[in-house]
């Protein structure tokens, strides 16, 4: 046992290694990556649960790596976010999707609103209000096309100067949705301090709800809530008919998910778009 004891320990060691090393070619990677123009943006649509219409679609980065293939965006924004390399990708990210969903407006498609999300780093840099602003006026997007997406562990850090930041959003007219709602342990009172426009159930309570009780207990309760608190709700993740069933009776509103769609190339989410005008 003392023997194994000790492999493991080299094993353990060795995992490190690769980690790190990982780790480290994943950040050497992102340095380039805007240079190189190795980013793409896909787009999910959201739809409607009662009409079937789409009403707008989230932005979801994508990198590929001549090398490598794509990496996921789970992998590499942990990574961009430690080494700061998170703030021009994100601006990046903004500007990008913006323009896309101008691109779509003039293109005549049925109006959509375009979510992106917002990394904690990202939300908490100086100029982050400053640089919402300078893409809006650039691409001269209506500012209530775009909606932020911020998970709940941002809002709780620092709630003064937070609250200050979602006030300014608000009043340029940008949405707020809360992402993977009901995964962080924070107290809802910040639905009420705060001006957000939208929740969006996380995957993982949305992924059982056929089977678990609990977890459709949850979902039920967080619909009603939006529904009195008079705050859109989106599911996500929504894969099956029998979950679209669930959603449906309890009367959430949106809904995103592989059952309809997985996030798409621009082009492609244009024609799908069209197909559900
Ligand atoms: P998220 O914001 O919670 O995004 C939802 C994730 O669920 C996306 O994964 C999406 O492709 C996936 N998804 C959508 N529908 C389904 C479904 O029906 N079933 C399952 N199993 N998955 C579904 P993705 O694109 O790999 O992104 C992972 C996470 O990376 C995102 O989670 C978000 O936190 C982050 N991320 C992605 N793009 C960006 C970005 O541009 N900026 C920042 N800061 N973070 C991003
Ligand atoms: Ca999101
Ligand atoms: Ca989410
Ligand atoms: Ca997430």
Redesign the pocket.
């Known amino acids: 046992a003392k023997e194994n004891g000790r492999d493991d320990f080299r094993f353990f060691l060795t995992d490190m290694n690769l980690r790190a090393r990982e780790q480290q070619s994943i950040e050497d990677g992102l340095r380039h990556a805007l240079e190189q123009h190795e980013f793409v943006l896909h787009y999910?649509p959201k739809l409607n649960l009662e009409t079937g219409a789409i009403t707008g679609a989230?932005?979801?980065?994508r990198w590929w790596r001549p090398d490598r293939g794509f990496v996921?965006?789970?992998q590499f924004?942990p990574i961009a976010e430690d080494s700061g390399l998170?703030v021009p990708i994100?601006q990046w990210?903004l500007r990008e999707a913006c323009r896309q969903a101008r691109a779509w407006r003039d293109a005549d498609l049925p109006p959509l609103s375009m979510a992106?999300?917002?990394?904690p780093l990202?939300f908490r840099n100086k100029g982050f209000l400053e640089g919402i602003r300078a893409v809006l006026h650039e691409t001269q997007l209506e500012p209530h096309y775009l909606e932020l997406?911020i998970t709940e562990g941002v809002l709780m850090q620092n709630i003064e100067s937070t609250g200050s930041v979602l006030r300014a959003l608000h009043d340029m007219g940008v949405r707020l949705a809360i992402?993977?709602f009901g995964t962080g342990y924070s107290s809802l009172s910040y639905l009420r301090r705060f001006p957000v426009d939208a929740l969006k159930i996380d995957?993982s309570f949305v992924r059982d709800i056929s089977t678990d009780a609990g977890d459709a207990a949850i979902v039920s309760a967080i619909i009603s809530m939006g529904r009195s608190l008079k705050l859109r709700v989106i599911a996500?993740?929504?894969?099956t008919a029998e979950q679209l069933a669930f959603l449906r009776a309890q009367g959430c509103e949106e809904m995103?998910?592989?059952?309809y769609s997985?996030?798409l190339p621009a082009d492609q989410f244009e024609v799908f778009a069209r197909s559900k005008a």
């Open positions: 999910q989230e932005a979801l980065i996921s965006p789970a924004i998170i994100s990210v992106v999300n917002i990394s990202e997406e992402d993977d995957q996500e993740g929504v894969e995103q998910g592989y059952y997985k996030p």
